[in-house]
């Protein structure tokens, strides 16, 4: 495993990161299987554990936290994410204060541990003032629940905001966690990475493998019990017949790398600036060990010429 800084933060995280969004506690809920599945990662050295309040209702947090258990606490970095609801209740869900403190005390309970290494805003809440979270977020950095906080998805315009009050008096985001993958370029490469970069913030990536249509998966159709059969925006938002004709195209890349589809499109992530961490998801060890192969995969110019031309980089926004 290599490790990296998360952004200009002194943490160091694994390059490639394990997470339990639609897998841990949702199709997969043997407990056997998660702890085999994280227990392979970790001997891998794995230390980047992603999880979330809102996967499976805080099931996901309870079985990686139960597998989880067993390695000493110091290697690990664990971290979850508030904002989405939890129940009908009008203030169990956003980035207020109440809920940001509410909802930390609970996934820490359900995880079993005594802090967050990173607490992720898992969504920008237009009906919150950033002050209101950001000062949150800083009384739980003083207070020990967590150590680093970051935001996900969140418009460039309103982490500029964050940074903006927090200033060099509150503890700033460290980190954003974004969707990226070859078939979704353009957020990052030209809206947020220049800002990443040039605040020194940290990135972690979710979605590597667009729901799996970039493994190949895919190719001839949705199979029966696969994540597009299950998940209907993600079905409606990858599995298009132009898309999966680009998917075919790069197999001839990737075997010309001696690696599979999953492989190559991981470690081209791997090579893009500012990346700190790719999260993956496994409900198999099988599945866990041909991802971290990426790890390790070196890409040259001729191949990365030849994804661009399958995979076309976003125009040039402004300067």
């Not at 999880?51 to 139960?66: F, H």
């Not at 000493?72 to 971290?79: E, F, G, I």
Request: aromatic letters at 8%; charged letters at 25%.
């Amino acid at each position: 495993m290599k490790y990296r800084n998360l952004g200009r933060a002194g943490i160091k995280v694994s390059a490639l990161g394990l997470g339990g969004w639609t897998t841990f506690g949702d199709s997969v809920r043997d407990r056997t299987v998660v702890r085999n599945v994280i227990g392979a990662a970790r001997d891998r050295g794995v230390n980047f554990f992603d999880m979330a309040d809102a996967y499976a209702r805080g099931a996901s947090e309870q079985m990686m936290g139960e597998a989880l258990k067993p390695f000493p606490r110091h290697t690990l970095v664990l971290s979850s994410k508030v904002f989405r609801p939890m129940s009908d209740d009008v203030n169990d869900r956003g980035l207020s204060r109440k809920h940001i403190m509410d909802a930390v005390d609970k996934s820490l309970a359900r995880i079993d541990t005594d802090y967050l290494d990173i607490y992720f805003c898992h969504r920008d809440d237009p009906e919150t003032p950033v002050e209101e979270t950001v000062r949150a977020m800083d009384d739980l950095v003083r207070a020990g629940k967590i150590l680093y906080w970051g935001t996900s998805e969140w418009p460039v315009a309103r982490i500029e905001e964050a940074l903006a009050i927090a200033g060099s008096s509150l503890y700033r985001p460290a980190v954003e966690q974004s969707q990226y993958n070859l078939l979704s370029r353009a957020r990052i490469e030209r809206d947020l990475g220049p800002l990443v970069r040039r605040e020194g913030l940290g990135l972690t990536i979710w979605g590597p493998l667009a729901s799996g249509l970039l493994t190949g998966k895919y190719d001839g159709g949705v199979p029966e019990g696969s994540r597009l059969s299950r998940l209907g925006a993600q079905r409606e938002q990858w599995y298009r017949e132009e898309l999966v004709e680009r998917v075919r195209r790069f197999k001839r890349v990737a075997d010309e790398l001696g690696a599979t589809r999953s492989e190559a499109a991981l470690a081209w992530l791997l090579g893009q600036p500012g990346v700190a961490s790719v999260i993956t998801g496994a409900v198999a060890v099988e599945q866990l060990e041909t991802n971290l192969k990426a790890v390790d995969l070196v890409i040259p110019d001729a191949a990365l010429a030849a994804i661009d031309e399958i995979f076309p980089p976003p125009p040039r926004g402004p300067a």
